[in-house]
């Protein structure tokens, strides 16, 4: 069909990078190609694309579930271009239009199409995006083996980022057999580790010894930091892009105007000079990791479900509540950037550059999805701060404050008590937190969110019991 995304009214106001599509060669793959991905790295490649040094490094964006084939169909109608919309907290708007994913391959479709995109040895870099619980690790790094999906994936099914690896590995390394580097897009600590962790692993358990020894001699597994504040697409901003715009996008995108993307400098084979264009590449990821997972995304995640709790539905409003705020205020500064400790980073900066992002009303993020996914993301963003103000000696009431909400917010919202659902692909693994003594022990013991924790700090138990009772009261 004929490219729709060509404005007929208010263009200049629609930026465009001045490179010509057909000039484009593909060289990488981003497997996973949500709205984070569309408003962060294709972003970034968009404007690479432009540059001398960008033109052999076109995305071809990789749908891997099914369940979004029907989403996707749309961006390849719209041949991978979109709009991306920015707004600043002053209200400031910009509008982009994307157009970095110059071929689109729909994987849960045509997964052979995906095999034959990793082995051509244009093909430089992988990268992904993937969930909190999409690398199917136990709290050993141990990968979960009788996971349904792992399972199947094993026996020969495409569920899994590592069913898609494999295979598109393998078939490189019969052919090309060139170099890659496989890049995470993610909010994980150590994403690259985990990834390489959990790829190995899943070699292994399909027996594919010779595999193993390749990928140990020809693929690189870099870490990364990546940020920028992305809600859920909204018909809000696909309306007022078609409207101001004349065109027929359905896949509009917004953010806020802040992004930072941070990469080990960690390539197998070339390396894109993304730093032409605002990257940052690094010898170790760790200090702004750390700085953005126990600030920006912990903050989120102990701030949520209290807000959910007061029937607030969007972010900001938190930091417009008084008592939120000022929660948010004391839980960095009591507990997180004490548990950081000595960073590179200026972590008291940083944190008021998260306070005015997170103020942002123009962002509309909701609650509802900040809430998504407890149970992958508290041992993940809270539990370092947690551990670390224990281990400097402190008690960590914040934090503890955090999680008993959390704990509050599980049984209310299972019981239909509050405005929004809670979006937990983990359920059967918090069966154990039943609403009394029994599972709040369960709750503060559980190997996966708290590690040993509840062992080598008994008065953590204790506490958090208390906070969740006072929670209790305060939210009944």
């Known amino acids: 069909m004929p490219n729709t995304l060509t404005a007929t009214q208010h263009c200049d106001q629609l930026s465009v990078q001045p490179y010509a599509k057909e000039d484009i060669i593909p060289g990488?793959?981003?497997?996973?190609?949500?709205?984070?991905?569309?408003?962060?790295?294709?972003?970034?490649?968009?404007?690479?694309?432009?540059?001398?040094?960008?033109?052999?490094?076109?995305?071809?964006?990789?749908?891997?579930?099914?369940?979004?084939?029907?989403?996707?169909?749309?961006?390849?109608?719209?041949?991978?271009?979109?709009?991306?919309?920015?707004?600043?907290?002053?209200?400031?708007?910009?509008?982009?239009?994307?157009?970095?994913?110059?071929?689109?391959?729909?994987?849960?479709?045509?997964?052979?199409?995906?095999?034959?995109?990793?082995?051509?040895?244009?093909?430089?870099?992988?990268?992904?995006?993937?969930?909190?619980?999409?690398?199917?690790?136990?709290?050993?790094?141990?990968?979960?083996?009788?996971?349904?999906?792992?399972?199947?994936?094993?026996?020969?099914?495409?569920?899994?980022?590592?069913?898609?690896?494999?295979?598109?590995?393998?078939?490189?390394?019969?052919?090309?057999?060139?170099?890659?580097?496989?890049?995470?897009?993610?909010?994980?600590?150590?994403?690259?580790?985990?990834?390489?962790?959990?790829?190995?692993?899943?070699?292994?358990?399909?027996?594919?010894?010779?595999?193993?020894?390749?990928?140990?001699?020809?693929?690189?597994?870099?870490?990364?930091?990546?940020?920028?504040?992305?809600?859920?697409?909204?018909?809000?901003?696909?309306?007022?892009?078609?409207?101001?715009?004349?065109?027929?996008?359905?896949?509009t995108v917004m953010g806020e105007d802040f992004a930072q993307w941070v990469i080990e400098d960690d390539f197998a084979g070339e390396k894109p000079a993304l730093d032409l264009v605002g990257v940052q590449f690094v010898d170790k990821v760790d200090p702004y990791e750390e700085a953005k997972i126990r600030i920006l995304n912990a903050g989120h995640t102990c701030v949520t479900y209290q807000a959910a709790l007061k029937g607030l539905t969007y972010f900001d409003e938190a930091m417009r509540d008084d008592e939120l705020k000022q929660y948010f205020t004391d839980f960095i500064k009591q507990d997180s950037i004490p548990a950081i400790g000595n960073s590179i980073v200026d972590l008291p900066a940083y944190f008021n550059i998260i306070a005015a992002r997170f103020s942002n009303t123009n962002i509309g993020d909701t609650v509802e999805r900040i809430c998504t996914d407890g149970y992958a993301k508290f041992p993940i963003f809270v539990y370092p701060s947690l551990e670390g103000v224990y281990r400097i000696g402190g008690t960590p009431t914040k934090t503890i404050q955090g999680i008993a909400c959390w704990f509050v917010f599980i049984h209310k919202a299972a019981a239909g008590q509050l405005a929004i659902e809670y979006h937990e692909p983990n359920l059967s693994s918090m069966s154990s937190f039943t609403n009394d003594k029994k599972g709040i022990q369960a709750f503060a013991t559980d190997p996966y969110l708290w590690g040993s924790l509840a062992t080598d700090y008994p008065s953590f138990a204790t506490d958090l019991a208390k906070s969740i009772h006072e929670e209790q009261k305060k939210y009944n």
Request: glycine share 8%; aromatic share 8%.
């Open 28 to 251: 990488v793959i981003h497997l996973g190609v949500g709205a984070f991905h569309r408003a962060h790295q294709a972003m970034y490649f968009d404007r690479f694309l432009a540059l001398p040094e960008g033109k052999k490094w076109g995305l071809i964006g990789v749908n891997v579930r099914p369940q979004d084939s029907q989403s996707f169909a749309r961006l390849m109608a719209q041949q991978g271009e979109y709009v991306l919309k920015t707004m600043a907290p002053n209200g400031a708007t910009e509008y982009e239009h994307i157009r970095s994913i110059i071929r689109q391959i729909d994987g849960a479709q045509k997964p052979n199409d995906v095999d034959d995109a990793m082995a051509d040895a244009s093909t430089q870099l992988v990268t992904s995006t993937v969930t909190e619980g999409g690398y199917y690790l136990d709290e050993k790094r141990v990968l979960m083996t009788s996971h349904p999906a792992i399972k199947a994936d094993i026996e020969g099914a495409r569920n899994t980022l590592y069913a898609f690896l494999h295979a598109g590995l393998k078939k490189r390394s019969e052919t090309s057999n060139a170099k890659i580097t496989l890049l995470c897009c993610d909010n994980l600590r150590h994403n690259g580790e985990l990834l390489e962790t959990g790829l190995m692993q899943f070699l292994s358990a399909k027996g594919d010894t010779t595999l193993v020894n390749w990928v140990k001699e020809n693929v690189s597994f870099p870490c990364a930091m990546v940020d920028r504040i992305t809600p859920k697409p909204s018909l809000i901003h696909v309306k007022d892009v078609q409207d101001r715009f004349g065109i027929d996008d359905e896949m």
